[in-house]
Structures are given as structure tokens and as C-alpha cells.
């Protein structure tokens, strides 16, 4: 990157990694330098909850914020009913409107304690696409929208392309989904004087189009900018761990789980997720990503304190590092594992060793329950355990039971 900025918000997301391609560095610098500049990302509401991989795009919101701009979080109620067919394999599946509203209910949460809500003008808003597409009229909005849209250029966009020249099917109804996610600028520019779109570099096709809408439509200069597509040095994609997604929402996720997340980080992650994901001074997040041999552990609980602290709060970050220290190093029980809460009901015949793994999340599938304690790689209260057959009752379960998977991966089994 060779553009020297003179906005706070362009420095920070140069030097922190955040910027992957910009539209207009040098009008959108000027921008930021004129006044508040309102900025949205869009989040579809496919889940109840998003996951680290959305993670990059909220701590650019907040970086909006704190340097100045107006973060609006743009909630997907009406693109979800089509999904974003980017540089997928298939189609979504579709999701009714009241999945759709408590997914979105569920979402919202992950918000608060990154950006602050309110009516001033730095406020960030939350608004839902559903206001302005549930209602369209087909024809007028493609004579008025749709005239604009040549379908030889999105035809040449990377997301689209890739899933054609891979003969894998495109409905017309996903390739809809870039047109209205375009108009969602639009009206963003209109009702709240929007000038920025971000997310990921998967989006920049969609992104371009929104920019090339504004400012034919309505004439009015507009930006987009995306962030890297974040995979881990190992090559797999973030925001995903061996039990599935890294859920933000506590319900889906314990706090100590999400702590241990970070707290697994590759040594060589270490220097750029604590720039992109906390806001620690830029010269210790370099200090810190430096360390070598078993001092990485100390940048390690540095970078899994302060993202968990973001999310969850100073004294979840603490209550999980104290229980980390409690299992790892005294080899205790701790009191902030994830818990399998079983009745007596459900082991009244006895439940088997590889059923308790599965179960408490420590194996996605029995079969892979069965190899991991046939290699050796399971623990029952710090005990090697090679039976996975093994059945455990009431009188087994009388008292806790710690399960371990590898090294790092525990959880309790309580009955009641």
C-alpha cells in the first residue's frame, strides 16, 4: 500500500490490515476530512447468531466510529430470502419470515458492545433492508432499477464466473441477489446520506455496483472498500474451529470456549489478529507477534483477553483465563468449562464414552469419537481412556466428570 492517508480512518485500516482495495482513496480521504461519513456493512440474517468470521467487518464498524464516521449495520431481512450466491457452490437454503425476524433478534446482540447506538450524529443505526424491498413493484423496479444492470459485466464478475465456469447451477433468483444489494446503497444514500459500503473482497463486484447505481440514479459520489478474506496461516477459513462455527452469541458459545479460540491461535496469526481484532497500540501488537518459543503463549492469552473482552466483557476474559490456568496448569476441574448437563433419565442404560464426546462437543461424529479414543487422544479425569464403548450410569456420573480431547479441549459431563 502505497497511499499515505491524511483521515484517521484510512490510516487505521491501512496500518492495521484491514484494507484490501478501495474505489477512491484520495475522495474518500477528503471525505473523512470534510465531515462525518456514514458507512454501512450488510449482514444477512442466516443464522441466530454470527460467527469470527463476521467478526473483521464489526471491527471496522467500530473503527468507523471511533474515528469519527457513523456506522450503519444494514440487517439482510430481504436479501436473506434469496442469499448471496458469492462464490458459493450451491444455492442457500430458504428461510421463512419468522426464521428470518428471530435471526435477526438473535444478531443484533453482537452489536452493542461494539458500537454505540443512539440518534446523535456519530450514532450508529441499525436498519433492515426488508423496509424498502419487501415492498418493490417487479416491473417498475426494473424499469427504473433494472435498466442500469448489463448482464454481460455481472455476467464477468469473479463470484459469478467462478460458480459457471464450474458448471454448477445459478438461479435466477440468486443472480438477482447483486442487483438488490446495489439498490440497498441507493437507498441507504437516500434516506441516510450512506457514503461508504466495506466488506470482504468477495464483495467487491457487488460493492462496485452499488457505487456505479448512487451515482448514476442520483448522482452523488460514493465508496466502497473491502478487507482481506481472512484465512488462518494454515489455510482454513476463519471463524471456523474443529466443533464447527465460533459463534459471538454466549448462548452458542461460551465465553470460555471463545477465549480458548483465540487462545489456540497458530503462533504465526498471532501479530495479525491482534491488530485486527483488538485495540492494542500497533508497536505492542508488533512486540507481542515478535515473542518466540513459549513466550508466543503470553501474546496468546494477551490476544484471546482482549477479543474476548470486547465481546463478553473484562470479567468473562478473566473468569476464562482463570480456568485455562486452573485445567492446564494444576490439572483441576475449573468452573467455567463448556458442561454437559445429562438426567438420570438419559443414562439409565448407560451411555457410552464415545456418546459423552459427541455429546458434550468435544468429536463431531461417534466415529471420530471412536478413532480419537483408539488413538489415545482421549482423557477421562486426566486418565487415558481407550474403551469407547465404556458405559457410564448414574453411580458413575455421581460426581462430575472431566473429559479431555487431545491436549487442549475439555469439558465436564454433570448429572442433574
Not at 460514493?222 to 484465512?231: N, R
Amino acid at each position: 500500500m502505497t497511499y499515505h492517508p491524511k483521515s484517521d480512518f484510512l490510516r487505521v485500516m491501512i496500518e492495521r490490515g484491514y484494507l484490501a482495495d478501495c474505489t477512491d482513496y484520495q475522495a474518500l480521504d477528503e471525505a473523512f476530512k470534510a465531515g462525518v461519513v456514514p458507512g454501512y456493512i450488510g449482514f444477512d440474517a442466516t443464522a441466530k447468531s454470527l460467527h469470527v468470521g463476521s467478526l473483521i467487518q464489526i471491527m471496522m464498524l467500530r473503527w468507523l466510529q471511533k474515528c469519527g464516521g457513523k456506522p450503519i449495520v444494514l440487517m439482510g431481512g430481504g436479501t436473506t430470502k434469496i442469499g448471496d450466491p458469492s462464490f458459493r457452490a450451491d444455492e442457500r437454503p430458504l428461510l421463512t419470515d419468522d426464521q428470518i425476524g428471530d435471526n435477526i433478534a438473535g444478531i443484533k446482540r453482537a452489536f452493542s458492545p461494539y458500537v454505540t447506538f443512539g440518534e446523535g450524529p456519530n450514532d450508529a443505526v441499525m436498519v433492515n433492508n426488508a423496509e424498502w424491498l419487501d415492498g418493490l413493484n417487479y416491473i417498475g423496479f426494473l424499469r427504473d432499477i433494472g435498466r442500469y444492470f448489463s448482464v454481460n459485466r455481472m455476467l464477468s464478475f469473479e463470484s459469478v464466473k467462478s460458480r459457471l465456469d464450474r458448471e454448477q447451477s445459478l438461479s435466477f433468483l440468486e443472480f438477482n441477489y447483486m442487483i438488490l444489494q446495489a439498490y440497498d446503497f441507493l437507498e441507504l444514500n437516500r434516506r441516510y446520506g450512506c457514503l461508504l459500503q466495506m466488506g470482504g473482497s468477495d464483495q467487491w463486484g457487488n460493492i462496485v455496483n452499488g457505487v456505479d447505481l448512487t451515482r448514476r440514479v442520483v448522482e452523488h459520489e460514493v465508496y466502497g472498500l473491502t478487507s482481506p478474506l481472512l484465512t488462518t496461516s494454515d489455510g482454513k477459513k476463519m471463524g471456523k474451529s474443529q466443533n464447527g462455527a465460533v459463534w459471538l452469541n454466549a448462548e452458542m458459545l461460551s465465553p470460555y470456549e471463545f477465549w480458548q479460540f483465540w487462545r489456540n491461535t497458530t503462533d504465526a496469526d498471532v501479530g495479525r489478529f491482534l491488530k485486527l481484532y483488538t485495540e492494542l497500540p500497533l508497536d505492542e501488537c508488533n512486540r507481542l507477534g515478535a515473542l518466540q518459543g513459549s513466550e508466543i503463549n503470553q501474546a496468546k492469552i494477551a490476544l484471546a483477553n482482549a477479543v474476548t473482552g470486547l465481546l463478553h466483557g473484562a470479567e468473562a476474559a478473566a473468569a476464562a483465563e482463570a480456568t485455562a490456568r486452573e485445567v492446564f496448569e494444576k490439572g483441576g476441574v475449573g468452573d467455567d468449562l463448556p458442561t454437559l448437563h445429562l438426567t438420570v433419565a438419559e443414562v439409565a442404560e448407560g451411555i457410552t464414552l464415545a456418546q459423552l464426546f459427541v455429546r458434550a462437543g468435544l468429536a463431531p461424529t461417534g466415529k471420530e469419537a471412536k478413532r480419537l479414543i483408539l488413538d489415545g487422544g482421549a482423557r477421562v479425569n486426566d486418565e487415558i481412556a481407550l474403551d469407547a464403548g465404556q458405559r457410564f450410569g448414574a453411580g458413575e456420573l455421581a460426581d462430575p466428570v472431566k473429559l479431555t480431547a487431545g491436549k487442549k479441549r475439555h469439558a465436564l459431563v454433570v448429572l442433574g
